[in-house]
């Protein structure tokens, strides 16, 4: 990547002094899964988490979510609701998605977050991790550091929100 092409996340981090490493990828053909774009980057597919917005159904004032979750695993509302203490969670459709953080899909990502008013949270097996890797909030770019540094970032909270 040119210096020129960092993104809203990268320049988070370095305003930080967060150590990181980018990589990118082509998607100029179909969409990319978690694993697709964790092989594409070089990385384990369970280092590599995707991340979605879920919104708190039937509480429209309330906070929407951010949750990062393994790229091979599949997200459990029920789970998650018991976390979050909610009684009834769903996914957001892609434009909702869209909409709320300012990202396309694919690319959606807590370090790219400009809009304020999401709880992030993240899939608790992202403890036992040396490093992560979440998108760099724009498609065919991935971020790899430290959980911790991660979580000092962001704010999130680990539960548990997949099988």
Known sequence: MAKTDKTHAMRVLEAKG??????????????HSGEEAAALVGADADAVYKTLVVLRDGQPRAKPLLVMVPAPAQLDLKLLAQATGDKKLRMATQREAEQLTGMLAGGISA??????????????RAQTLPEIHISAGVRGVEVALSVAD??????????????
């Not at 991660?150 to 997949?162: E, S, Y």
């Open 18 to 31: 967060i150590a990181y490493r980018a990589t990118a990828y082509d998607t100029s053909g179909a969409f």
């Open 111 to 124: 370090l790219g977050l400009r809009k304020p008013g999401f709880e992030i949270l993240i899939d608790d």
């Open 150 to 163: 991660l979580a000092a970032v962001t704010g999130m909270r680990f539960v548990r929100a997949a099988a």
